[in-house]
């Protein structure tokens, strides 16, 4: 891998680049393909990669012009239109979560909600992961693949630094002031930013050794701690009136707030510490930008 410096990088770092983008690739037809994952577990993967992906195009930014951003807007609608498996999937999560922690639900009780909530999975998956979408979600990943064949072959350090710096900003201006008030809303922002800076972070990592910690571990244990958050939220939902799951509220409201509870306060130990920095600071440690004293925050 090429050694960073403050300006573009020649075919060595353009060659990770594409490589890492051609993986990403990769993956994301892999989880659609493999016959040996379930539906939920194959949106999720697919998901997720398409989050890496996404996070590469705003790294990258500018360089790769209207057509990157064009590839980052079909990434977003096809995670979107995948967004029903998805919730379903995470309400059997959130109902992981509680049992590990002895809620006051019996066996009985919590297999009957799994069964309910296996149910609304399975027909989630069918109504969204047709043939139809797996052919334009192919075709997507072909049209991407060949992108990246064209992308240039130099690498801009101080570019990515800049992207790298907003990420971190906007995430850390998306922390609530007082976390123990913060609505799902602002916490659904704030992991959606969490998640953009982890994925840049790493990426950033990959393609510049020499880049500073940049704490990806503890942005990903953040995200995880909002992200069963915001799962227990979903399985709130459903056991809200004319919901399917609303003949067990009495018996699972109780466990959900105080797992929720328990979730947000160790989220905000972590955020506090992964972003002790202001966004001036964090660009400085940044070695394209140490010579730069006078770079904007």
């Given at each position: 891998?090429?050694?960073a410096s403050?300006t573009?990088?020649g ?5 990770d680049?594409?490589a890492t983008a051609r993986?990403?690739?990769a993956?994301?037809g892999?989880?659609l393909e493999?016959g040996?994952?379930?539906g939920?577990t194959?949106?999720h ?6 989050k890496?992906w996404r ?5 990258l930014g500018?360089k ?12 977003r609608?096809?995670?979107?239109r ?15 979560d509680?049992?590990k922690?002895k809620p ?7 297999r ?8 609304l999975?399975a027909?989630a998956?069918?109504?969204?992961l047709?043939?139809e979408?797996?052919r334009?979600i192919?075709?997507y990943l072909d049209?991407?693949a060949?992108a ?5 072959a130099g690498?801009?350090?101080?570019e990515?630094s ?6 971190y ?6 922390m609530?002031e007082?976390w123990?008030?913060?609505d799902?809303e ?6 959606r930013?969490v ?8 990426l950033a990592?990959r ?6 910690d940049l704490?990806v571990?503890e ?7 909002l992200?069963r958050f915001?799962?227990?939220?979903v399985l709130?939902?459903l056991?809200?009136p004319?919901?399917?799951l609303?003949?067990?509220?009495s018996?699972?409201?109780?466990s959900i707030a105080?797992r929720q509870a328990?979730?947000?306060?160790s989220a905000?130990r ?8 202001r966004?001036?600071?964090f ?5 394209v930008?140490a ?5 904007s925050?």
């Amino acid at each position: 891998m090429a050694k960073a410096s403050g300006t573009t990088t020649g075919n060595g770092a353009g060659a990770d680049l594409r490589a890492t983008a051609r993986q990403i690739l990769a993956d994301a037809g892999a989880a659609l393909e493999d016959g040996e994952r379930t539906g939920a577990t194959s949106v999720h993967d697919f998901r997720k990669s398409m989050k890496r992906w996404r996070a590469l195009l705003r790294l990258l930014g500018p360089k790769l012009g209207a057509n990157g951003k064009k590839l980052n807007a079909e990434a977003r609608d096809f995670a979107r239109r995948l967004g029903r498996p998805r919730d379903a999937q995470a309400a059997l999560d959130a109902l992981d979560d509680l049992q590990k922690h002895k809620p006051e639900i019996p066996d009985a009780t919590q297999r009957s909600i799994r069964t309910r909530l296996n149910d609304l999975r399975a027909h989630a998956e069918v109504a969204a992961l047709n043939d139809e979408l797996r052919r334009e979600i192919q075709n997507y990943l072909d049209r991407a693949a060949r992108a990246v064949n064209r992308w240039p072959a130099g690498f801009d350090g101080t570019e990515t630094s800049k992207r790298l710096t907003s990420a971190y900003r906007r995430a850390r201006r998306a922390m609530p002031e007082k976390w123990h008030l913060a609505d799902e809303e602002e916490l659904h922002e704030l992991r959606r930013r969490v998640i953009a800076y982890r994925h840049q972070a790493d990426l950033a990592a990959r393609l510049q050794p020499k880049l500073p910690d940049l704490h990806v571990n503890e942005a990903q244990d953040l995200r995880e701690r909002l992200g069963r958050f915001q799962d227990l939220s979903v399985l709130s939902k459903l056991t809200a009136p004319q919901q399917p799951l609303a003949a067990w509220r009495s018996r699972l409201a109780p466990s959900i707030a105080r797992r929720q509870a328990t979730h947000i306060k160790s989220a905000a130990r972590i955020a506090r510490r992964l972003f002790a920095d202001r966004p001036k600071a964090f660009r400085v440690r940044l070695p394209v930008t140490a010579k730069s004293p006078k770079a904007s925050a």
